[in-house]
């Protein structure tokens, strides 16, 4: 792709993340998206064929973005607990805020093969190197084995998400995310206290 064209590309998909979020897909119409990036109609039609594809090449580099910076969450992790703690630290920012409205979005106006699409995503990008940590803490004798390693990824993303809820309703009871590693102290002690035999049975959804 030429340099120009590369360009043009870039621009649409950043000023439609930014008015997607501000605003939501419905309400954003694809001529605001060319004036913001300052190209024309026939370019964004071009470049990805409907507002929809658009919508579904946002989503997709967003959440690439957001698993880039789990997996160097896990990288810069010297300790299973500061692995986790980075994570959520990261779910905690606004980014979590922006995944919640995001899925929200999505499910109300994407079709069902891009919705297909995002879940692989999610699958691939934000689900998998978790469960590939809980998996590598298991194989060291710092979690239990016997719990399926996405079960131990589910519970951690529902203490995670809990939180932050909490904190994007506009809370101001808990520390700052950065401070709050207690959560995940809180989670590593429960999962080390539960008898694995309380999960048979217990699997993701497919």
């Known amino acids: ?20 979020m501000a605003f939501g897909f419905a309400a954003v119409s694809t001529r605001a998206i060319c004036v913001a ?7 964004l039609y071009h470049h990805f064929g409907s507002k929809e594809e ?5 989503v997709q580099r967003w959440l690439a973005d957001l698993g880039a910076g789990i997996q160097q969450a896990i990288t810069t992790g010297t300790t299973l607990r500061d692995q986790l703690h980075g994570i959520a630290v990261l779910l ?8 919640q409205a995001m899925q929200r979005d999505a499910l109300l106006h994407m079709p069902p093969d891009h919705r297909r699409q995002v879940a692989q995503t999610i699958s691939v990008m934000l689900i998998a190197p978790v469960a590939n940590l809980m998996h590598a803490a298991q194989a060291r004798g710092e979690l239990p084995t016997g719990i399926d390693p996405l079960v131990l990824t589910q519970l951690f993303w529902g203490v995670v998400d809990g939180v932050s809820g909490i904190y994007h309703r506009g809370d101001n009871t808990l520390p700052a995310p950065a401070a709050n590693g207690a959560i995940i102290d809180f989670f590593l002690a429960g999962t080390r206290g539960t008898d694995p035999a309380a999960f048979v049975g217990w699997r993701i959804p497919s």
Do not use: I, K
């Not at 590369?6 to 439609?16: F, G, I, K, N, P």
């Open 1 to 20: 792709m030429p340099p120009e064209e590369q360009a043009s590309r870039d621009r649409l998909l950043v000023e439609a993340e930014r008015l997607f």
């Open 54 to 58: 658009l919508y579904l090449a946002v």
């Open 37 to 43: 990036a300052g190209v024309t109609q026939p370019s």
């Open 92 to 99: 905690w920012s606004d980014a979590a805020g922006e995944y």
